[in-house]
Each structure stands twice: as structure tokens, then as C-alpha cells.
């Protein structure tokens, strides 16, 4: 039983508290023979304090009181009376009393400080049990508002891709629909760094690194960002060096470092302005360079431009629109890779230079180079704006099943893939769908996630166990993007991973593949 639960009962501290006091009686008799009538309240002081010790004050009081009872009658002359008739042993008697007075004084302050203390501890301890219940919610809460916010865009950019691929003869609309692309890349840049920016709180950020030659992270960083830049009339220059410059990182997540300072620089400097990009290399590092002529940052505001959520203009901000976060996001991943980013800015007006150094990869052999124009493997963030080119299309008419409960984004891509030639079908279930490939197995599959009663997952994994699903090629097309959601995609035996909005020129680029396997 603990000293918490022994002092709720009303008695037993009490009692024990007499039987202390009895045990120290007993002992101070014992002495006598050697000690005499000579410090009559040692071991009942000792009894006070182990009954305050143990009972609380209220014990203490009842140990002390007796203490002194048994030592008048049992120890200080006359014994058998209560009488104190030598003034020493009154005011030994009285020295016991205040000292015991004081001890208990003493044990009350100790003993409300602990309680205090405990009381504290389990208030931090629920408030941090709170705070990580709250924390998983956030989290939770992020991922459904990604995945919800992506399912209506996927419609929206395969309609817009439609729309330019009907309207070719019109300028004007070719012009509208690029702009609403954008718009469309912006709001997915922002559903992606809010992702990411939970995913770096917890760790929980992985990278899938290759070696690459620096030359491709700009090149496809300069087609991420060159529809921005020409919608604000900046002047794009690339300086990229001559000899080649290896690193070993996530393609993806190096594209997005340099995206995000490119997107930064066109977003602080005003129409018109410069921004330049810059690449070296050392013998031990490559060095991304960016710089711009725009609003420039004030001295004494250039060590926070790195924290999340900083605002460091806050007129400029508004203006211009974002949440603080791509720039935290930016040393997150470069520190990520083991690089550092640095900030460097003479003043306001004067413009920006950011440097991110990242360690330069040897070896003996290059690796092959991915061309910028190869298909991009974006399994989390396909943040490049749409190819204004048209898509190849299919030599023979190969048969494509989209399963999507949401009819809007198979319906648009439907339309799409049927203006490329594709026989199409939808499903707006798993289980219908199965059945469809079971009676006729088709040569690709569009695969939602997120569907109703059976999840895309289960539905893969069914379909790969029928007679002809291992030759299918299935794309998962989900608003769910989490390493876990792409991890659970490749158990399934789902080929791509594709977070919505995906761009319809990535789909026919994989579909276009397929149909040269099938030549």
C-alpha cells in the first residue's frame, strides 16, 4: 500500500501514529539502565517524525502529544506521575514540544509542496497525453484535407486539359486554361508543403536517393517554375556549368528545394524583375544559387526567413499571398540530404541570393543520366505544370478501366484518354470492377484509392490474383499521398503511385509506354 493510499483511510494513520509512539516508549525503557533519565525525548522525537512521515501532520500532533504523556510518566522523575517538577526537565519538555511543533511545521510545508508538485505532474501529464491526442487529430485532419482538397482538383485540371486540347484555334482560351493551371499548381504546392511541413515535426519524412547529375534537378525545377515566371513577365536566366556534378539525393524532394526558392524569388519581386540561377561545384559540394532583384530582406529579419510560418513582411505577405512555409521546408529537405541553405540580402529593395550546398557525389563511373523530358518519378508531389504539347497517342486502340467513385474525374478523364484514342470504361466501385476485368481483362487500369466498401488496395490485390491481372497495368490515381499510402500502393502490386491532381500528360506518358511494350 503506498503513503498516498494509507493516509485516505481515517484510522490507520492514527493508529499507526500510537503504535509508534508505544514502540519508542518501549525503547527509551529499554534504555534507561544506560542512559538514565538523560535525553528523555530522543526516540520519541524519532516517532513524530516517522509518523509525519508516513501519516501526515494530523498523526504527527497525535505522536507528539503522547510523546510527551509517555515520557512525564514513564521516564522523567517522578515516574508513574505526570508531575515535572525539576525545571530542566521542564524546559527540556518544552524544547521537545517546540522542536516537535517546528518538525511537523516543517513535514506540512514539504508535504503541500509534493502535493503540489504531484498535482502538477499529472496536469502535465494529461495536458501532454491532450496534446498528443490533439497532434494525431491535426495530423489525421491534415491528411483528410489533402485528400479532399485534391479529389475536386483531379476533375478541374483534366477538364482545363481538355478544354486547351478543344479550343486550339482560340488564343484567348489556350491563355485562360494556362492560368487556371497554374492557379491549380499553386494550391497543390500548398496541400503538399502543409503535408510535409507535419511530416518534419515527426520525423516521419523518407527519402528515396540515386545518383544524379545536378543538371537534371535544374532542368526539371526551370519547367516547374517557367509558367510562373512567364505569367509575371520575370527575366528567367539559367547559368548551368559546363562539366557535370553528381549528388546523391531524392529527385523529387532536390526538385522541390529548387522549385520552392524559384517560386519564392518570382513571388517577391515585382513584374519585370530579374531572377537568376546559378550552379557550382568543388571538389567536395554542388552549389544551387538563386537570386533575384525584388524586396530583399531586412538584416535583422534574415536569420528567421527559415522558421515555419514566418512572416517576415507582413504587408509584402499579404500582397502576395503564402503561409510561411516554403522556405522552412526548403532547410528541412536540404538538411535532409546533408547540405545546408544559406540567406544573404543587403537590404529591402535590394534583392535576395539564396545558396543551398549540397555534398558532391564521386565515383568512378557516371550513373545514367535521366534527359529532362523522361517521365518523372513523382510518387508523392507531381507539382510540374502541364505539357502544352499534346500527348502521343495509342498506335492500336488499347483498353483502359477507370474505377473512381468521384464521376466527375472519370468522366473528364475519360474524355481525354478517349481523345488519344484508348477504348475507356468506368466503375464507380471495387467490387463491379473486378468483375469487368475478370470477363474481359483490359490493358491499364485507373485506380482510386479511396472508394466505397472496398478500398483500392483490395481491389488491386484481387485483381493481380485473377488469370490475366499480372499483365495489367495498374495506376493508382488517389488523393492520398502519405510514404505509407505509396508503401501500402506497391504491396497491393499497383505499378505507379500517382497523387491527384495528377497532370493528364503524365497518365499518357505511362499509357503511351505501354502501348510501345504492346508494338
Given at each position: ?95 521537545y514540544f517546540l522542536v516537535g511543533v517546528a518538525s511537523i511545521g516543517l513535514f506540512f510545508q514539504v508535504a503541500s509542496r509534493t502535493q503540489d508538485a504531484e498535482r502538477q505532474l499529472e496536469e502535465n501529464r494529461r495536458l501532454s497525453e491532450a496534446l498528443q491526442l490533439t497532434d494525431r ?383
Open positions: 500500500m503506498s503513503r498516498a493510499s494509507f493516509r485516505t483511510h481515517v484510522l490507520l494513520p492514527y493508529g499507526f501514529a500510537i503504535l509508534c509512539t508505544v514502540i519508542a516508549t518501549w525503547l527509551r525503557c529499554a534504555l534507561t539502565p544506560l542512559v538514565g533519565d538523560r535525553v528523555p525525548f530522543g526516540c520519541f522525537f524519532g516517532s513524530v517524525i516517522v509518523s509525519a512521515w508516513v501519516g501526515g501532520v494530523g498523526p504527527a500532533i497525535v505522536s507528539l502529544a503522547l510523546g510527551i504523556v509517555c515520557a512525564a510518566h514513564f521516564i522523567i522523575p517522578p515516574e508513574g506521575s505526570l508531575l515535572v517538577q525539576s525545571p530542566s526537565d521542564l524546559f527540556s519538555l518544552t524544547i487529430r491535426k495530423d489525421e485532419f491534415l491528411a483528410m484535407l489533402a485528400h479532399e482538397l485534391r479529389n475536386p482538383l483531379a476533375p478541374i485540371r483534366s477538364g482545363l486539359a481538355l478544354l486547351c486540347r478543344m479550343c486550339d484555334a482560340d488564343s484567348r482560351a489556350v491563355e485562360l486554361t494556362a492560368v487556371l493551371n497554374r492557379q491549380i499548381s499553386h494550391i497543390s504546392y500548398i496541400v503538399n508543403d502543409l503535408l510535409d511541413v507535419s511530416r518534419f515535426i515527426r520525423d516521419e519524412l523518407t527519402l528515396s536517393c540515386e545518383v544524379l547529375d545536378i543538371r537534371t534537378v535544374v532542368n526539371d525545377a526551370r519547367d516547374a517554375v517557367t509558367g510562373e515566371m512567364k505569367s509575371k513577365k520575370h527575366r528567367f536566366n539559367v547559368t548551368v556549368a559546363d562539366s557535370s556534378a553528381l549528388v546523391l539525393g531524392d529527385r523529387v524532394r532536390l526538385v522541390q528545394i529548387l522549385t520552392n526558392l524559384l517560386l519564392n524569388a518570382a513571388k517577391y519581386t515585382p513584374e519585370g524583375g530579374r531572377i537568376q540561377l546559378f550552379t557550382h561545384a568543388t571538389q567536395d559540394t554542388v552549389q544551387l544559387e538563386v537570386r533575384d532583384n525584388g524586396i530583399g530582406i531586412d538584416p535583422d529579419c534574415q536569420p528567421r526567413v527559415f522558421e515555419l510560418f514566418a512572416q517576415l513582411n507582413p504587408v509584402a505577405t499579404r500582397e502576395q499571398g503564402g503561409l510561411g512555409l516554403g522556405l522552412a521546408i526548403v532547410r528541412a529537405l536540404t538538411e535532409k540530404h546533408g547540405g545546408t541553405v544559406t540567406v544573404a540580402s543587403e537590404g529591402r529593395g535590394l534583392g535576395s541570393q539564396f545558396v543551398v550546398e549540397l555534398p558532391r557525389h564521386h565515383e568512378t563511373e557516371a550513373s545514367p543520366m535521366h534527359d529532362h523530358d523522361d517521365i518523372r518519378d513523382m510518387a508523392e508531389n507531381d507539382t510540374s505544370d502541364a505539357d502544352s504539347g499534346s500527348p502521343e497517342t495509342a498506335p492500336a486502340p488499347l483498353v483502359v478501366y477507370i474505377v473512381d467513385d468521384n464521376q466527375d474525374a472519370s468522366v473528364t478523364m475519360a474524355m481525354l484518354l478517349q481523345l488519344d484514342g484508348y477504348e475507356v470504361h468506368c466503375f464507380d466501385d471495387g467490387p463491379t470492377a473486378i468483375q469487368a476485368v475478370s470477363d474481359s481483362p483490359p490493358d491499364a487500369i485507373l485506380l482510386d484509392i479511396g472508394l466505397p466498401g472496398m478500398d483500392g488496395y483490395e481491389v488491386a490485390r484481387r485483381i493481380r490474383r485473377l488469370r490475366h491481372g499480372a499483365d495489367i497495368l495498374i495506376l493508382a490515381c488517389t488523393g492520398w499521398g502519405s510514404p505509407t499510402d505509396i508503401q501500402n500502393s506497391v504491396d497491393a502490386g499497383i505499378d505507379e503511385h500517382l497523387v491527384k491532381p495528377v497532370d493528364p500528360p503524365r497518365i499518357s506518358a505511362l499509357l503511351a509506354q505501354l502501348t510501345q511494350h504492346a508494338a
